[in-house]
Structure formats: structure tokens, C-alpha cells
């Protein structure tokens, strides 16, 4: 199915003089995304998914293009998977979704290999050795009780297990520099945590990596939910976090110090990923609206 062509155009352009870096520019891939999440660069284009249209969009550089689409799914995130397939998170159906090279579903998961439901996939990292970790988040509620976790999946599919729990909104998650470690968002305790990467894939003991309280000052408007949504490993060696509520991406490197701030227009910022060109090209993923249908929000390509 195709949608209507999506001008490519120049937004704005960003100079962050004070912390010493050079002027950036920031580009409107899709102003009319519904809820935006996942964006993953793939084959010469960008996937992205969104949330409250239930879709998998493709952006070849001049126009976007659905994908895949598949009802009540609430799609939020995605992976390559076993070389040239792609898993797709369905956070509202709480089920994976494996597609093959054409787009075809060919597996589906949600349950662990105990027979344990998982509540919430939200986000995926690679664990290096052709596994996936992944988060189930639980109730988006700070009230709520803490039910949120990280499960692992083996290479080969077969094997689904708990490695984390009793995270307070488990979202955003990526392997460390030195392949040691699993940083996790938590997101509705506004921090980061460090889980030890044992050698069969499970997880040791968390410690709070990080608090965004004290990676950057708070906005004047931000949200109460102000908490990191995704989290990402640069090529360049710095963590890149997307603060949901504040309209930036938070740029820390393993000295757990803010190298640089990029702001975008939605204050609802989901997620970001690399282009193919390295951290020097960033897409980033946002909503304007967190609380209303249908969730307006945008896809940006930001430069330096």
C-alpha cells in the first residue's frame, strides 16, 4: 500500500555553541506520523513503526510507504532477526512477530519458554552472538505495582526466558561498549540501570548506571513521565537516550558524561537510531500528543 509522498525539508537548523558543537541541521522525514517509534536502518532505507496506526513504515529517502500492517498489534519496535529477517514488537497485543526478507509473518511469540505471558514488548537489542534481549514493560502506570522485565531469545528462536524483573516500566535497552553489561531504561524511575552479562546470556545484579536528573537540568514544560524511553549504543562509543517528555536526546558517553543535547519539536521523543553514515546521521522518532488519538508526531533526520 502506498501513502502520499513526504516533502523532505529543511526545519531547522540547531548550533549548541555552549557545549562546543558545531551547527546541526534537522529535517522533517515524515510530518505526519501517528505515534512514530522503532526506527531501524535497513537495506538502503529507514523502517520505522507506527504505534497508533498499527504499521510498519518505509522511508527510501523521498517518500514513506507502508510496509506492513497488522490490526491490534501496537507495533513500537524493531530488529533485524536470524541475518535478513525482522521482529516487530506488538506492545498492545503483547506478542513478537517474525517477518521474513518479503514482509511475510512466519512466527509468532508470547509466552516465555516456561509458559509465562509477557506483558508489554516495547524495545530490542542484539546481544551479539545472534540473540535478542528485549523489554516487557508492564502497566504504564507510576502507581501501578512493578511489573515490568527483560527477557532474552535465543539465535535459533527456540528458547524464550526471563533474565530481569521488578522494573518500574522496563523501555529502552542496549549491550555496553565493552559487551559486558545491559543498560536498561527504567522509565518511570527516570534512570538507567547496569545488569552484568553472565556467559549463558543471563543477567547479574542491577546498579543505577544513571539518574537524567543528573545527566542534564530539567526543561521549564516537561512531562511528569519525563522518564528515558530508548536507548542506543552509537558507533562513535556514546550512549544516546530519548527523554520522553522533554523533546531531546541525551548524549552521554561511558564516563556517564553529557557530550551534547539534541532538541526536536515533539516533547515526546521515542526513540533514535543511526543512519547509515554513523552517529554523524540520526533518526529520531516523536510524538506531539502522548495522552489524545490520534497521537500526531514526526520522523526527523538529524546532521552535523
Known amino acids: 500500500m502506498r501513502v502520499p509522498t513526504r516533502i523532505l525539508v ?39 513503526v507506527e504505534y497508533a496506526a498499527g504499521d510498519i513504515k518505509t522511508w527510501d529517502g523521498k517518500q514513506s510507504r507502508i510496509y506492513w500492517r497488522r490490526e491490534h498489534c501496537g507495533p513500537n519496535a524493531l530488529i533485524h532477526f536470524r541475518h535478513d529477517h525482522i521482529l516487530v514488537a506488538c506492545y498492545d497485543g503483547n506478542y513478537l512477530v517474525e517477518l521474513d526478507a518479503q514482509g511475510k509473518e512466519v512466527a509468532t511469540i ?35 505495582p512493578i511489573t515490568g522485565g527483560v527477557l532474552h531469545l535465543s539465535a535459533d528462536g527456540r528458547d524464550t526466558r526471563e533474565v530481569a524483573g521488578t522494573i518500574h516500566y522496563s ?100 526513540n533514535v537510531a543511526s543512519g547509515p553514515s554513523g552517529p554523524d546521521t540520526l533518526y529520531i522518532t516523536g510524538a506531539f500528543e502522548q495522552w489524545k488519538p490520534p497521537f500526531p508526531g514526526a520522523v526527523y533526520r538529524w546532521t552535523q
Open 10 to 48: 529543511p526545519f531547522f537548523v540547531l548550533c549548541l555553541l555552549r557545549m562546543g558543537v558545531a551547527c546541526a541541521r534537522v529535517d522533517v522525514v515524515d510530518a505526519q506520523a501517528s505515534y512514530p517509534e522503532g526506527p531501524m536502518w535497513d537495506q538502503g532505507r529507514l523502517l520505522y
Open 110 to 144: 508470547s509466552r516465555d519458554s516456561s509458559g509465562k505471558p509477557f506483558v508489554g514488548p516495547n524495545d530490542f537489542t542484539a546481544d551479539g552472538h545472534g540473540g535478542i534481549y528485549f523489554s516487557a514493560s508492564g502497566v504504564y502506570d507510576i502507581k501501578a
Open 171 to 270: 523501555n529502552g535497552l542496549t549491550v555496553s561498549k565493552d559487551g559486558r553489561h545491559l543498560l536498561v531504561a527504567e522509565m518511570l524511575a527516570g534512570r538507567i540501570l547496569s545488569f552484568p552479562i553472565q556467559a549463558d546470556g543471563t543477567l547479574g545484579p542491577r546498579v543505577v548506571w544513571a539518574r537524567l536528573q543528573d545527566l542534564a537540568p530539567a526543561t521549564p514544560h516537561e512531562d511528569a513521565y519525563n522518564g528515558p524511553d530508548g536507548v542506543k549504543l552509537g558507533s562513535d562509543g556514546n550512549y544516546y537516550i530519548a527523554q520522553n517528555g522533554s523533546g531531546r536526546v541525551l548524549v552521554v558517553n561511558e564516563e556517564k558524561k553529557l557530550v551534547r543535547i539534541i532538541e526536536v519539536p515533539t516533547p515526546y521523543v521515542t
